[in-house]
């Protein structure tokens, strides 16, 4: 099995599924070829040259879907040590783009079905496995369509996906993080207009950059209410008792608990999560050095928490960039599965099973995954991609950057929690 799901994943990041433009049917048509070989019914569907890939294994009527993606976001090849499309192996790390996020969870999820299907494993269920496109790019040609066009092929008691499974190290301890929420992506743009005129008589304009200067400068000093919901609640304090610190949370001490996390990447995102986010990202203003601008314009990344509509957005925001107009271009709810349920309850013993004596809590992502997608349609959904006990934590932050990989270690927990998680559901 080493070798197998480690060929998987190697050929995976060797298929180049850059999104944009995706070209995810090479990755889907690799993944159909193996499920031919050993005799996997399955189709592909969606858009011609970026189809998803859906199979299933089994019958009956506890369903149980193992969903992922096939799309990479761009790698700049100068600023990697090993190529980033080669695969290659060194050190027991696989290096490439994908190898974390998520050609691995591709890889080890259709190598799941295919020791069941080899196990001739009697299953009193479905296991559903679902290789979609365009998660980078928001899921319309791939999550997005299958819950909304083919639910019945996809349609799960619960499922597991990308955006948690990794864990954090508390003096020894490892507190794993089992995805069970994920914020809501709120993109605004601000707007301004102002009179054009010389730039050397700028008193007889009106200067639209400095309009959007002034909104950008006082969101990004922007005081968000502080919010602790249950599962980051359970979260932080489950980390404290680790930590022999039985202390409550609340939202007067929260940022003097982050701020003693030494984890730089959790402390963090522990504040992301416990607020509203403002990230004023892009600013486009102006067409000529000695011409006053009339019109700019200024791109926002907004993260919602549960409970914070589009209205509460605008009473937040809207009184900070004062001669600004705010629009919401795209946006969708915080969104979240029960962790006080069996498949959560199943998912944390069998995490435990694989790993040894770790601990668990639920986690809030503080992006947004296909999950999204699956909540919307019923579908309970569960970010558990699992990495190894071994696995360096500082690699984490390789997702999305230069130097990408995982180690085999991982691949081989990963794949024996969903294949044993699989046996469990679906026996
Ligand atoms: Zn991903």
């Known amino acids: 099995m080493r070798t197998e799901v480690v060929e998987i994943l190697q050929d995976l990041i060797r298929i180049d599924t850059v999104n944009p433009p995706g070209n995810e049917g090479r990755g889907a048509r690799y993944l159909g070829e193996l499920f031919e070989k050993e005799g996997i019914e399955y189709q592909l569907v969606g858009e011609e040259g970026r189809e998803n890939l859906v199979a299933s294994l089994g019958e009956g009527k506890k369903r149980l879907l193992l969903l992922s993606h096939t799309d990479v976001v761009p790698a700049s090849e100068e600023k990697w040590d090993l190529p980033p499309f080669s695969g290659e192996m060194d050190d027991g790390f ?108 700028p008193t007889l304009a009106d200067n639209a950059v400095v309009k959007v200067a002034k909104a950008v400068k006082a969101l990004s000093e922007y005081n968000p209410e502080i919010v602790i919901i249950p599962e980051i609640k359970e979260l932080i304090e489950t980390y404290l008792s680790l930590r022999g610190d039985p202390r409550n949370v609340t939202p007067q001490n929260v940022d003097e608990i982050i701020d003693s996390i030494p984890d730089q990447v959790f402390g963090e995102t522990l504040r992301s999560v416990t607020r509203m986010t403002v990230s004023p990202n892009m600013i486009q203003g102006g067409t000529k050095v000695n011409i006053v601008p009339d019109e700019c314009e200024a791109e926002v990344d907004v993260r919602t928490l549960p409970g914070q509509d589009e209205s509460y957005l605008r009473r937040e925001l809207e009184p900070l960039i004062k001669e600004c107009s705010l629009e919401i271009v795209h946006s969708h709810p915080a969104n979240f599965s029960s962790a006080d349920s069996v498949y959560y309850r199943l998912i944390e013993e069998t995490a435990k099973d694989v790993l040894g004596p770790v601990h668990c809590a639920p986690h809030m992502l503080a992006g947004a995954t296909d999950s999204f997608y699956l909540r919307q349609v019923g579908i309970a959904s569960y970010g558990v991609s699992l990495l190894s006990t071994h696995f360096p934590s500082e690699l984490i932050k390789t997702v999305h950057g230069a130097n990408e990989r995982i180690d085999i270690e991982s691949m081989e927990v990963k794949t024996e929690f969903l294949y044993r998680l699989a046996r469990k559901y679906l026996s």
Request: proline residues 2%; glycine residues 14%.
């Open 94 to 201: 696989i290096w490439g783009r994908g190898a974390l996020d998520c050609k691995d969870l591709v890889a080890a999820e259709a190598y799941t079905l295919i020791r069941l299907k080899r196990e001739k494993a009697p299953l009193n269920g479905t296991l559903i496995f679902a290789a979609c496109a365009d998660e980078e790019k928001g899921g319309t040609v791939g999550a997005k369509l299958l819950t909304e066009t083919y639910t019945d092929m996809i349609r799960a008691d619960f499922a597991i996906n990308e955006g948690g499974g990794e864990y954090i190290d508390v003096g020894g301890e490892k507190l794993y993080l089992l995805q069970t929420g994920e914020k809501g992506p709120a993109w605004s743009r601000l707007r301004a207009s102002g009179v054009a005129g010389h730039g050397s008589l």
